[in-house]
């Protein structure tokens, strides 16, 4: 089935400057790559989300990027503010008719510093 | 429009026995998942059901299983529970079968084994 690794596990930016979390996947066919934000005892959110027919997309600070060839794809949070500190997860999923259902990174703890 | 809704918020069992977890999608949604999220981990993908059958299911024993009722609302039910149950259950709504639809997930529950 689907692997899914995620780096950092923890990432620590001061206020202002820029986060990028990278995941890699193993299964060529996959073709939806979400991320979710989880803050403390809270439900992950989904916060943007990338299909394999593009290649990069933006939603205000946050953006994806997705490198098929290298099944490679991050986040990217620009102007990082205190309410962005969180534990992030990348997930892949297979199309319809797939197994697995959404595989997940780990995640990774971003820590905002002030 | 009430998001995904899932009852109860915890629960205590003991070894040996059995828990009934439930899940109300989002309005519009037919599809609902359930994932298992250990501390500090990731959401595991457990099983998903459209159109009250099981059509996906992850590499969960078959203690775990589960139920869509004609509404769209699901039912996880873990038989012979073990300590190593103890997690937060997640269920998330979709709409249409596989998973490379925007997933949202509830609140979840949150079960404490001894």
């Known amino acids: 089935g689907e692997n899914v690794e995620q780096h950092p596990s923890t990432l620590s930016v001061q206020e202002g400057d820029s986060a990028v979390i990278k995941c890699t996947y193993s299964d060529s066919a996959s ?27 933006k939603d205000q600070r946050i953006a994806v990027t997705l490198n098929k060839t290298a099944k490679h794809f991050s986040l990217h949070i ?27 990174g780990k995640g990774t703890h971003l820590i905002i510093q002030p | 429009d009430a998001g995904v809704t899932q009852s109860p918020t915890h629960l205590i069992k003991t070894r040996g026995q059995q828990v009934t977890l439930r899940c109300s999608p989002k309005s519009g949604h037919d599809t609902v998942s359930w994932y298992q ?37 699901s039912e996880l039910n873990v038989n012979a ?15 249409g079968s596989g ?5 949202f997930f ?3 529950t949150r079960l404490t084994v001894l």
């Not at chain 1, 620009?78 to 259902?101: I, K, M, N, R």
């Not at chain 2, 529970?81 to 709409?95: K, N």
């Open chain 1, 78 to 104: 620009t102007e990082t503010q205190p309410e962005d500190s969180a534990v992030y997860f990348c997930a892949a999923s297979l199309p319809p008719g797939g197994a697995d259902g959404l595989t997940f």
């Open chain 2, 106 to 108: 509830g609140p979840g």
């Open chain 2, 37 to 73: 999220q250990a501390l500090g981990q990731g959401p595991q993908f457990i099983f998903q059901y459209y159109e009250e059958e099981e059509r996906q299911r992850g590499n969960f024993p078959d203690r775990f299983s589960g139920h869509q009722f004609p509404n769209y609302s």
């Open chain 1, 31 to 57: 073709n939806y790559f979400p991320w979710y934000k989880q803050e403390l005892g809270k439900r992950p959110q989904l916060i943007i989300d990338i299909r394999s027919n593009v290649g990069e997309k």
């Open chain 2, 81 to 95: 529970l073990l300590l190593g149950d103890s997690a937060l259950y997640l269920c998330a709504s979709s709409f």
């Open chain 2, 99 to 103: 998973s490379s639809g925007e997933q």
